[in-house]
């Protein structure tokens, strides 16, 4: 891999650091990347679907998961996660990642991660080929295409440091702070970085020295690197090595700061948990020997190395570096208030879902409204077979007659001189869990006993338990002897175009038992019409927990509110065709019981 990071990749950010992933969006609208470097937050104890940031002066949704595997799956494409958990999660995290697979990059920035785990789980991914950084990192950058978390800084700092764009400097570093102000001794004294990475803090990390060395000797973008190491440890021995081998040729400048510790009389912790010498050989002073005497180039002292790093830069005689295009961000932006995710009215033309009205509008589209529903509704485009049967429940559902509740309601109140719009109204409000809300009761009920496993006695005992009669069972008039040539025609619709019918298959065995009892415990209209929607998601490839999620939000009533707003307003109509006058209700249909009332 002789590129970490591209302008394409994208990351799973364990844990809602919203000041860190609007740092990373903010630089990605800089650098003009195509789609946002962030592609999935996983926030476990979030209740949220997503979340929104800034992208330039817009906004964009980055989608919110549970946990790695749900995010891992729904974005695929993303191959780095950025685990911000603290550091009792972060092993867990690591290790989970580890075991989902898919990723070639894992940051980690918690601190103290126990080294016991630290040592295994770097091995772990070692052995998986899996590249991490930290723990206790700032993380890393590819400049001009792609950026963690909060590395390099402000915008304004990552101009001024050219990390905007790819320089020629391959940097390597322990620290995050010091990661920072060499981007910017680089920029004033060379031409930037290619790439960069913070390898952490702590003394057992992930990827060492020598692992992005040996990749930046791989980059053909980089033309030489700086190492910057520190006291403790001896990473630095191993890219002694690579150099006298000839596996590293491209010149290397080097220091390793806390050469101030020879100057105390037992062994001194500085910073981090791998900055401490436990042997001569750990030292600073020892190490920068070591590698100049290997070829490696090393400054007298830290002071020195801006001028040594200008000093390699300019022997190497590197064409200069065009600046590239950049986009501005703003330094006041509004959050929207609305969200919209199915139409845009904004163009020349409206469209559904992204299609242009007129796509679908007109009938030598070839459209109906089935495929309108399936947009709007959906934002998908279902196939012929699933839109005819949309549009055959729309139709089968439009009206049952003047003396239902909704019809009544709607005649009653155009009586009285209200409007369509009022009248209508009148007649939706009565929709609900006893008149038309069987839809989705009989979608949720026998989809639950489908799921699990429940014959139809035990169903039969479960609903019992519950207390409630079974919806979509049941007719006042029609039987087995009489059958509801509504449910007739769904079912030989089914039978003949979907690719399968599972649960309606399950509820014929259940109606097999019901009618047993009782001639009209039949599959009613609204019981057929709502387990066949679910028949019907399960075919187009709808996973159980998006079904659910339709059934619990009211999908399956919103198609008998839209059929019977049909019917609904046939009735408004007829009423105000007739000219019928106000409506009373007679009172001999009325049973008067009114005592006189007690005094207290």
Request: aromatic share 8%.
């Amino acid at each position: 891999m002789a590129q970490l990071f591209t302008k394409d990749t994208q990351a799973i950010f364990w844990n809602n650091n919203t000041t860190a992933i609007q740092r990373m969006l903010d630089y990605d609208y800089t650098i003009k990347r195509s789609k946002p470097s962030v592609a999935a937050i996983v926030a476990p104890t979030s209740g949220n679907k997503f979340e929104k940031f800034f992208y330039g002066s817009d906004e964009v949704m980055i989608p919110l998961y549970k946990t790695t595997a749900e995010a891992k799956a729904a974005q695929p494409q993303a191959d780095v996660l950025l685990n911000f958990a603290s550091f009792r999660t972060a092993y867990d995290v690591t290790m989970e990642a580890l075991q989902i697979g898919g990723f070639s990059t894992i940051m980690i920035t918690a601190e103290g991660i126990p080294e016991r785990l630290a040592r295994g789980m770097n091995q772990a991914a070692r052995d998986l080929g899996v590249t991490v950084i930290g723990p206790a990192t700032v993380g890393g950058i590819a400049p001009g295409a792609f950026k963690i978390a909060n590395v390099g800084g402000t915008i304004e700092n990552i101009v001024n440091s050219k990390l905007h764009r790819a320089g020629s400097c391959g940097l390597v570093t322990r620290s995050g702070g010091l990661f920072n102000e060499l981007s910017n001794i680089i920029a004033i004294n060379a031409d930037g970085i290619a790439e960069g990475v913070a390898i952490g803090g702590d003394r057992f990390v992930g990827s060492v020295f020598i692992d992005n060395l040996l990749r930046m000797q791989d980059n053909p973008e980089v033309k030489y690197m700086i190492l910057l190491g520190e006291v403790g440890g001896t990473e630095e021995y191993k890219v002694i090595e690579a150099v006298k081998s000839g596996k590293i040729t491209k010149p290397i400048i080097a220091w390793c700061i806390g050469t101030i510790a020879k100057y105390y009389d037992s062994g001194v912790q500085f910073g981090h948990a791998g900055a401490s010498a436990n042997a001569e050989a750990e030292t600073a002073e020892a190490k920068n020997k070591a590698m100049a005497e290997a070829g490696i180039h090393v400054p007298a002292t830290f002071n020195d190395l801006p001028a040594k790093i200008k000093e390699v830069y300019e022997s190497l005689n590197i064409a200069p570096i065009p600046e590239p295009e950049m986009n501005v961000v703003p330094k006041v932006r509004r959050t929207k208030q609305f969200i919209c995710t199915i139409s845009d009215d904004r163009g020349d033309e409206a469209t559904y879902a992204g299609f242009p009205i007129s796509s679908v509008a007109t009938p030598d589209t070839g459209k109906g409204i089935g495929d309108v529903v399936s947009l709007l509704w959906f934002k998908k485009q279902y196939p012929k077979w699933a839109t005819d049967f949309i549009e055959t429940v729309i139709k089968t559902v439009a009206d049952h007659g003047p003396a239902v509740s909704g019809a009544h309601n709607a005649k009653v109140t155009a009586r009285a001189g209200k409007s369509v719009v009022e009248s209508l109204v009148t007649g939706l409000l009565t929709i609900g869990p006893r008149f038309g809300g069987a839809i989705d009761g009989a979608a949720e009920h026998f989809k639950y006993a489908d799921d699990n496993g429940l014959d139809p006695k035990a169903f039969l005992n479960h609903m019992k338990k519950l207390g409630i009669p079974i919806p979509g069972i049941g007719h006042r008039i029609k039987s087995l002897k009489n059958p509801d040539l509504r449910v007739k025609g769904l079912m030989e619709y089914a039978a003949a175009h979907f690719p399968a019918t599972p649960l309606l298959d399950y509820a014929r065995t259940v109606e097999a038992l019901t009618t047993s009892k009782k001639e009209n415990l039949i599959l009613n209209v609204d019981g057929t019409i709502g387990i066949l929607m679910v028949d019907m998601w399960r075919a187009l490839g709808y996973s159980e927990e998006e079904i659910n999620e339709f059934i619990a939000s009211g999908t399956l009533n919103a198609f008998f509110i839209v059929g019977r707003s049909i019917g609904f307003i046939g009735h408004v109509l007829d009423e105000k065709r007739l000219a019928m006058p106000m409506y009373r209700h007679p009172m001999d249909d009325i049973l008067y019981d009114v005592q006189v009332a007690e005094k207290i």
